[in-house]
């Protein structure tokens, strides 16, 4: 009987290991989820704002640069931390920074207000963009093999989606529009830091986790060919989402008629939501096969926007959206996919830091320029200019789309696409052997 349960034992192990990865797994997948739906719910009260307040379409095009700005500085400062003090902290460390920012708006009556509340959830959602993607990689089961690249890179879009029709509805609805929406968040992302908290952790700690803060991302060699068409992909999609943030509360009530919270709620989640269900159809393609269809679906999804904005109707343009939504899950599915090809488990951070470095480049600038030409150009101009984007976007895709190098092999173990231990791993990734870095010293 003894010997028959020395046999049980490892099996018994095993089962336990894959069940705490599993929850591991869903812990990452529900706080990415409320960190971006947290990032998205003051997109339904800049309407509020403007009316109450007097902000103009250049102060809330400067929240959105305060965000990408403040997400882009956790990514580059904070990104490669998880692989020193493990996920679990870190991903903690990001929901605390969203908490904070979410209590720092609950007061908004002047610009600088929400500008310094919009900057605290940005640097929170940087370090949530590369840690709980990485957590996400690191416990997701091996099958089917497209549910690690659609959780980490559709997670943002889930929640960005669950957020502005969350926001929009109590803005309407609720007892305190400038209120209830930020204290619904700060309890879920309490709950989500406490699930976390219970998980268990996929990153063996390291010293010298200060060596870390030094501004870097880098990218495995093996992806480096990737890499152009990743870079206008990911701007052109993120600058549009940008768009629909800074731009489209206003374009709704001036173009489109329409004052409703919850419209403005649901018309931004009519792109956002597309991209969830987009990416399991891009992940039955080859990487280059996603992008270029997704790119493709995209544009025209981009076109019947214009021609809606144009000719203000409203049932077209969420038609569009809708499309150009679907579109860019696609692509960007089809994008992450090919650049986690292979990874190891001290890879994932820098390369989440990498994706979400060039997305939020993507959304800040073209913000940026955007806003400050709002004051000269009308919306219907502004909008055919991110439909040039997204021309030359898909025209580069179609033609140097590839699929990432077949001879490089992912881990496997439990059932799961990476394994618990990788020590040795993300030691050679330090030494960064065989790979492209980008170095910013401060």
């Known amino acids: 009987m003894q010997p028959s349960m020395q046999k049980l034992a490892p099996f018994i192990n095993q089962t336990h290991r894959c069940g705490t990865l599993r929850l591991a797994f869903v812990s990452a997948v529900v706080s990415l989820v409320v960190s971006f739906a947290t990032a998205a719910a003051p997109i339904p009260l800049y309407n509020l704002y403007r009316a109450e307040d007097g902000f103009t379409n250049f102060g809330v095009s400067m929240a959105i640069v305060t965000y990408s700005v403040g997400a882009m500085v956790g990514l580059l400062v904070l990104g490669r931390l998880s692989n020193h003090l493990g996920r679990r902290l870190t991903a903690i460390g990001s929901l605390g920074l969203l908490l904070l920012g979410c209590l720092l708006l609950l007061d908004v009556h002047d610009i600088g207000t929400l500008l310094a509340g919009r900057l605290l959830m940005g640097v929170g959602t940087g370090l949530a963009s590369s840690t709980?993607?990485?957590?996400?990689?690191?416990?997701?089961?091996?099958?089917?093999?497209?549910?690690?690249?659609?959780?980490?890179?559709?997670?943002?879009?889930?929640?960005?989606?669950v957020g502005a029709i969350a926001s929009g509805a109590l803005v309407q609805f609720g007892l305190w529009p400038r209120d209830l929406i930020y204290l619904v968040c700060v309890g879920f992302l309490s709950v989500s830091a406490m699930l976390v908290a219970i998980s268990p952790e996929t990153a063996t700690r390291t010293p010298v986790a200060w060596r870390s803060l030094l501004p870097?991302?880098?990218?495995?060699?093996?992806?480096?060919?990737?890499?152009?068409?990743?870079?206008?992909?990911?701007?052109?999609?993120?600058?549009?989402?940008?768009?629909?943030?800074?731009?489209?509360?206003?374009?709704?009530?001036?173009?489109?008629?329409?004052?409703?919270?919850?419209?403005?709620?649901?018309?931004?989640?009519?792109?956002?939501?597309?991209?969830?269900?987009?990416?399991?159809?891009?992940?039955?393609?080859?990487?280059?096969?996603?992008?270029?269809?997704?790119?493709?679906?995209?544009?025209?999804?981009?076109?019947?926007?214009?021609?809606?904005?144009?000719?203000?109707?409203?049932?077209?343009?969420?038609?569009?959206t809708i499309v150009a939504g679907a579109g860019q899950g696609i692509a960007i599915s089809g994008t992450t996919r090919g650049l986690l090809h292979g990874s190891t488990l001290a890879d994932r951070a820098p390369i989440f830091s990498a994706i979400y470095l060039v997305c939020y480049s993507g959304a800040t600038f073209p913000s940026l320029i955007s806003g400050k030409l709002s004051s000269t150009f009308s919306l219907p101009q502004i909008a055919l200019g991110y439909g040039v984007?997204?021309?030359?976007?898909?025209?580069?895709?179609?033609?140097?789309?590839?699929?990432?190098?077949?001879?490089?092999?992912?881990?496997?173990?439990?059932?799961?696409?990476?394994s618990l231990d990788d020590a040795a791993a993300f030691k050679q990734s330090e030494r960064s052997a065989g790979k492209t870095i980008i170095r910013v010293r401060p």
């Open 216 to 320: 870097s991302v880098s990218v495995p060699a093996r992806v480096r060919h990737l890499l152009p068409v990743a870079a206008v992909v990911f701007p052109a999609t993120w600058a549009t989402g940008a768009f629909y943030q800074a731009f489209v509360p206003a374009l709704v009530e001036d173009q489109l008629h329409t004052r409703s919270p919850l419209i403005l709620g649901l018309v931004f989640a009519a792109y956002m939501a597309p991209s969830v269900l987009g990416a399991p159809i891009g992940g039955r393609f080859k990487s280059s096969v996603a992008q270029r269809v997704g790119m493709i679906t995209f544009l025209a999804g981009m076109i019947g926007i214009i021609t809606a904005i144009n000719a203000g109707t409203l049932a077209l343009f969420i038609t569009a």
């Open 132 to 161: 709980l993607t990485s957590y996400i990689v690191d416990a997701a089961p091996a099958r089917p093999e497209w549910l690690a690249s659609v959780a980490s890179s559709q997670g943002p879009m889930l929640g960005l989606t």
């Open 389 to 418: 984007i997204a021309l030359g976007a898909t025209l580069f895709t179609v033609l140097g789309a590839r699929n990432p190098h077949t001879d490089a092999t992912g881990n496997s173990n439990c059932d799961s696409s990476s």
